[in-house]
T-cell receptor
Framework: DVKVTQSSRYLVKRTGEKVFLECVQD?????MFWYRQDPGLGLRLIYF???????EKGDIPEGYSVSREKKERFSLILESASTNQTSMYLC????????????FGEGSRLTVL | QQQVKQSPQSLIVQKGGISIINCAYE??????FPWYQQFPGKGPALLIA?????SEKKEGRFTISFNKSAKQFSLHIMDSQPGDSATYFC????????????FGAGTRLFVKA
């Protein structure tokens, strides 16, 4: 069964802390994505990567960075968490050339106090 | 413009009824229009998708209707069941968007038994 696994389902952090969200996919997909999901706003793209060590900004990259050192792993980093980053974070992957066919993980719900 | 507008925000349907969710897009360069289904506590999962060279696609009880001239597409769920209760997202992607998939805000569907 193909899978996108997000390491933490629930996190509670304090303002100013550094936060790492990890995502691993076992489908050998070239593309990986980080989305943020908020009620009434749908899914908004934070960053994506189409190859190892490559990254591109999405629609809301401010306050976030990413790392892709291996094909199967894509990390989202919040350098200094703020309360407005409280949200559900979704990682997804897709095959090269099939960017609309996304496979999502189950999400990481982050609360920043 | 990269927006995808989705309506309604929420929908209550009787068991056995037809659920209809509508979406509109602006960028004519989009060439792939997927619908995702999300159950509570899970990530979105691809449900059905259409390309603009066809006006309708049906998979079981789920049908996408596509109107290229109006830049609109809709999801119809026939014989709606309580198990269909979920949040539905329309989306659009294409060459102009690069590797991006743009999502609508989502529709929460509740099917009453």
């Amino acid at each position: 069964d193909v899978k996108v696994t997000q390491s933490s389902r629930y996190l509670v952090k304090r303002t100013g802390e550094k936060v790492f969200l990890e995502c691993v996919q076992d489908m050998d997909h070239e593309n990986m994505f980080w989305y943020r999901q908020d009620p009434g706003l749908g899914l908004r793209l934070i960053y994506f990567s189409y190859d190892v060590k490559m990254k591109e900004k999405g629609d809301i990259p401010e306050g976030y960075s990413v790392s892709r050192e291996k094909k199967e792993r894509f990390s989202l980093i919040l350098e200094s968490a703020s309360t407005n980053q409280t949200s559900m974070y979704l990682c997804a992957s897709s095959r090269q050339g099939y960017t609309g066919e996304l496979f999502f993980g189950e999400g990481s719900r982050l609360t920043v106090l | 413009q990269q927006q995808v507008k989705q309506s309604p925000q929420s929908l209550i349907v009787q068991k056995g009824g037809i659920s209809i969710i509508n979406c509109a897009y602006e960028n004519t360069a989009f060439d792939y229009f997927p619908w995702y289904q999300q159950f509570p506590g899970k990530g979105p999962a691809l449900l059905i998708a259409i390309r603009p060279d066809v006006s309708e696609k049906k998979e079981g009880r789920f049908t996408i209707s596509f109107n290229k001239s109006a830049k609109q597409f809709s999801l119809h769920i026939m014989d709606s069941q309580p198990g269909d209760s979920a949040t539905y997202f329309c989306a659009a992607s294409g060459a102009t968007g690069g590797f991006k998939t743009i999502f609508g805000a989502g529709t929460r569907l509740f099917v009453k038994a």
